[in-house]
């Protein structure tokens, strides 16, 4: 249970709030002065369920977090498992819809535009695609951070790269010497366009070969080649070994990753950088911070007290008690919820004076998923990260960021997923697009899942409930069993769950497109779009066209091969974002952001006056899209926002 104070409250855990509690957490314990910081996260503690529940059960008797989460009687879920209809129906009963406390798949509908994060310790990072690119710095010129005199944000991401950790992971085993199938076919085709059509591709060239480098840099632990360099001869005897520094680092990390191609769904090796096993680690240590699981906050408020000068009210859900209204009352806040948390939380806080520009810039990044089905040759969809290559466009000859920059990368399917995945995209290609995929997802899967009882029934499953105890639940897998069947026929009967998407590759584009939405607190108080988000940005025709050159060097039939998956007929587009971005935008003044580059809140409408000591850091402050995945960026800004508060970079992460 929390105190009643702290020095400093973080609201979230991902990698905005992660950066900036251990940063303060290092500055408290120098200074030992008895000041603390806490971590307030809505989710629970999140792990693999190959995490052994104590030291006996590793070969180097270290603690586990499992270790420390049992012993401190800590609620915790595991990744959904098994990689079948049993693993998905986990998977269903893991999200928020299902279970609205504990779910660590949050999705919301918003008009037309679809948001999947993350809630638990570690934000994000517990299953996101590990990806950590750093933007076109077209992109992020014109922010505030470029101009106010304190260094570039440039300087920066260097410093978040080494906190998160970067491998490149395209062979099929570590220190392997063959490319996994899907990172081949992609690359290769790839090249292939940029000969063809030397259009605006902008990744960086190898030194060797000439070709791009395509590899897109992972956080996961992975044992690199680059570690045993060899001279032009290959002789054996001139083989320069790791570093000290090399050395301890990987020493550092978890297992190395399996290619089990599943991501999304959280890493069951466990060889994901993410963020809670560094939470986990300044707790053991002893470090002055604490973090409070299933920890909702509602709202902010400037209170009048000499010393603490906020006071933050959330509910408590404790398990087997019920929910209770608590306050916090803290000197400092960082709010760093997420795009969507932390703009629900200052619009909910009515007693601090914002700016009007609370809500929005949001954006989707441009997110967009093409298919292209079937291929040529098997691209073995299972195997690998989910995604482990990333092609960059930019057109030279325009000195604007609009419409021109975007990214397109390979994604994987998991197993779990496979065979609902690749029923799914046969129907829209017999059908021609009349549905789109999520339209046929929810026939298929979620309307089996959501009535009352059958809820109940899943929730139960991420307490550890066996589903063969359970003949509601043998008995939607039955029925989503039959619909598949039903659909396919016999053309698939004798194929395994990988096989069905050996001749399925998913593409995901991201560009650079209005960001201009605007979220709000809705009729039914909860967060959503003002209006339908623009679609019709020229970026999407950009991602299209691009996607349109792959399925021409791909796909069996060309570019008749490619679908857009949620786009139908009729112009029917709606969007699933991974990376949900603005809310509360940085901006030079309170008349166009609602916080400064340092991500200090500005007071009131207009002026530079700020609330002092009360920040946001995390995506929402991102004023524009970036045409990536944003991790790297938010940890940049992250760093950037840390420094400034704690004064002394030796303090900051490593």
Known sequence: MPSDRYEAVVIGSGFGGTIISLSLANKYEKEGQGKKACILERGQWWI??????????????KSTIREYLVENKIPYGVFPYPDNHQGLLKLLGNSRTINKVKGLYDYRSMRNINVITASGVGGGSLVYFNVTEKPDSFIYMDWPTEKDGHGSLSDYFDMAETFLGVNFITTTEA?????????????N????????YHNDIVNNKKDRSGEFDFDARLSITDISKDLFVVDESNNPEHIIHP???????????????????????????????SLEKKIYVAINTGKPIDIFPLCEVDSIEEIQDAYYKYKVSFIEHRENKGDIKSTIKAKSVVI????????????????????????AHFSTNGDLFGVISPTKESVDATRGPQITSIVRYRDSSIRTIANKIFSIEDIGIPKMLA????????LMVREEQVRNFINIFKDIIVNKVTESERKDHLALLIKGFEITSSNVLVGIIREISRDLEKILGNNRILQSPEESVNYILTLFGMGADYGNGRLVIDGNNCINLMDNYDLNHEVYNSIIN???????????DGKNSLIIPLWSKGNNKTAISAHPLGGCPMG??????????????????????????????????????????????IAALAFRIALNIIGDKHLLPK
């Open 419 to 426: 065979e609902v995945y690749s029923t799914i995209i046969d």
């Open 546 to 556: 691009a996607m349109q050159q792959f399925a021409e060097e791909i796909g069996k």
């Open 336 to 359: 760093a919820a997420g795009t969507l948390g932390s703009t629900e939380i200052l619009l909910r806080s009515k007693q601090l004076q914002l700016s009007n520009t609370l809500g």
């Open 48 to 61: 693999s369920d190959e995490i052994p529940f104590n030291k006996e059960g590793t070969i180097d008797h």
């Open 189 to 196: 085709a790839a090249n292939s366009i940029y000969n063809k």
């Open 243 to 273: 570093t000290i520094d090399e050395v301890q680092k990987y020493s550092q990390e978890q297992n190395v990753c399996q290619r089990q191609g599943r991501c999304g769904l959280g890493c069951v090796p466990d060889s994901r950088h």
């Open 175 to 187: 220190l392997g010497t063959y490319k996994l199938q899907r990172t081949k076919v992609f690359q």
């Open 588 to 633: 030079n003044d309170a008349s166009n952001g609602v916080v400064d580059s340092m991500g200090r809140v500005f007071k009131g409408s207009n002026g530079n006056k700020i609330y002092e000591e009360l920040y946001v850091v995390d995506g929402s402050i991102i004023p524009s899209p970036l045409g990536v995945n944003p991790s790297l960026t």
